[in-house]
C-alpha cells in the first residue's frame, strides 16, 4: 500500500458586498442628522435676536412714553 499524499484544500471565506453599502447608508444619515442639528441651531439663534431684539424695542418704547408724560422732548 502506498501513501498516497494528502490533499488539503482552504477555503477563504469573503465578506459580502453590503458593508461599503451599509457605510455609505451610515455617512449620509449622518449628514442629514448633522444638518439638521445645525438647522435647528440657527432656528435657536435666530429665535433668540429676535426676542432681544423686541425687548431693546420695547425698551426704548418705555423711554419715550415717559419722556412724553413728563413733557421733555
Do not use: C, H, W
Request: hydrophobic letters at 45%; charged letters at 20%.
Amino acid at each position: 500500500m502506498a501513501d498516497e499524499p494528502k490533499t488539503v484544500i482552504v477555503e477563504r471565506s469573503r465578506g459580502s458586498n453590503a458593508t461599503p453599502i451599509i457605510a455609505i447608508i451610515a455617512l449620509l444619515i449622518l449628514a442629514v442628522g448633522g444638518y439638521f442639528l445645525l438647522q435647528s441651531q440657527d432656528n435657536k439663534n435666530d429665535a433668540v435676536s429676535t426676542a432681544a431684539s423686541q425687548v431693546g424695542d420695547a425698551a426704548q418704547d418705555v423711554g419715550d412714553a415717559a419722556q412724553s408724560a413728563t413733557g421733555a422732548e
